[in-house]
């Protein structure tokens, strides 16, 4: 059924395309990515998007089921990202005008990136005790890459077409970055599904090895399973 609906998909996206390119009024111009701006930023918006998505949903499962959050500190976690767009989004927006678009669009996602590798960076922690030396920083640090990027990067989507233009073009880029949200979550969730399956199948294998080994250890076998869903889960 999944792929029935995926085909439905690209076939219904490929239909769509060809009216949109037929048609006198198109819903969404295609001829705006005529413009290396806008493309350019619309698949900067696709992968950060993505990433930042794929992020902030699975995240959470890692800090309550790996490192012991309870659900409300696990939400709480990503309150200094928020505090920071918040805040200093303003500001960014002025960098525009000082610096142009792009290099806040070139500083911004190497920095968001940065971020993103310090998340692999800690291992099984103590709980929610650990979270100002494990979690922060790399919060920290994507909220701070994220703020640089996010106005320069509308700024840069609204000036890349014509006035008349700026409405759809800010919907399309909308659009985008919901997109490469849901693909994001629908195909990290393939990954870490295979991960877990995988996982799961080789401690499995251990332990019924190690009990016709042994003559039965089940707490043993207990441990594996616990450590290989642990692994899994990071």
């Known amino acids: 059924m999944v792929l029935i609906a995926l085909a439905i998909g690209i076939v219904a996206l490929i239909a769509f395309l060809l009216v949109e390119a037929r048609t006198p ?24 998007y993505g990433a930042l998505s794929g992020l902030t949903y699975f995240l959470p499962f890692n800090l309550i089921q790996v490192q012991g959050y309870t659900p409300t500190f696990a939400g ?12 200093f989004s303003r500001w960014t927006g002025g960098l525009v005008n000082r610096f142009g678009a792009k290099l ?3 500083v911004g996602p190497v920095i968001t990136a940065i971020g993103f590798v310090l998340f692999a960076l800690p291992g099984i922690g103590s709980g929610a005790g650990s979270y100002w030396i494990t979690f922060f920083p790399a919060i920290v640090v994507m909220g701070f890459g994220m703020t640089v990027t996010v106005a320069p990067l509308t700024t840069a989507v609204m000036g890349a077409v014509e006035q008349r233009h700026a409405g759809i073009a800010s919907g399309i880029n909308n659009a985008v970055s919901r997109t490469a949200g849901l693909l994001a979550i629908a195909v990290f969730g393939i990954v870490v599904l295979s ?39 990071r």
């Open 25 to 48: 009024a198109p819903m969404v111009p295609l001829t705006l990515f005529r413009s290396p701006t806008f493309s350019g930023t619309n698949l900067l918006t696709f992968l950060l």
């Open 76 to 87: 709480a976690a990503f309150v200094p990202f928020v505090l920071m767009m918040f805040l």
């Open 104 to 106: 806040p669009l070139v």
């Open 195 to 233: 991960v877990f399956t995988s996982s799961l199948d080789s401690q499995a294998y251990r332990c019924a090895t190690y009990q016709a080994g042994w003559h039965h250890h089940p707490h043993e076998c207990e441990r594996w399973g616990a450590s290989g869903a642990q692994e899994s889960d």
